[in-house]
């Protein structure tokens, strides 16, 4: 079993920044894919950022230039550094992980931590 642990939403200004953590942990035997999603308000799930390789990353066109997705390998943690936000960021975020565990792979779902951008 794998357990993502998110931490560091909260309540920003418009034009503040915020970092978000992800820690994965449990039975992992590699982990292929990791990064983040959101959900606003009456809204799909996006993508935000991910990693889909030990170097490749995807953005979302509204988020490029502005967030940045980071790793430690070590401690099976991504980072997703949040600058010059705006209030249509404000959503729930979402760590996700695709992990090959000793008997098999999956995508794993964090609880989800919530930012809010004020105007």
């Known amino acids: 079993q794998v357990q993502l642990v998110e931490s560091g939403g909260g309540l920003v200004q418009t034009g503040g920044s915020l970092r978000l953590s992800c820690a994965a942990s449990?039975?992992?035997?590699?982990?292929?894919?990791m990064g983040w999603y959101r959900q606003a308000p009456g809204k799909q799930r996006e993508l935000v950022a991910v990693?889909?390789?030990?170097?490749?990353?995807n953005y979302a066109d509204s988020v490029k230039g502005r967030f940045t997705i980071s790793r430690d390998n070590a401690k099976n943690t991504v980072y997703l550094q949040m600058n010059s936000l705006k209030p249509e960021d404000t959503a729930v975020y979402y760590c996700n992980a695709h992990v090959t565990t000793r008997g098999s792979s999956g995508a794993y779902w964090g609880q989800g931590t919530q930012v809010t951008v004020s105007s």
């Open positions: 449990g039975s992992i035997f590699k982990i292929n894919a």
């Open positions: 990693f889909t390789g030990a170097l490749s990353t």
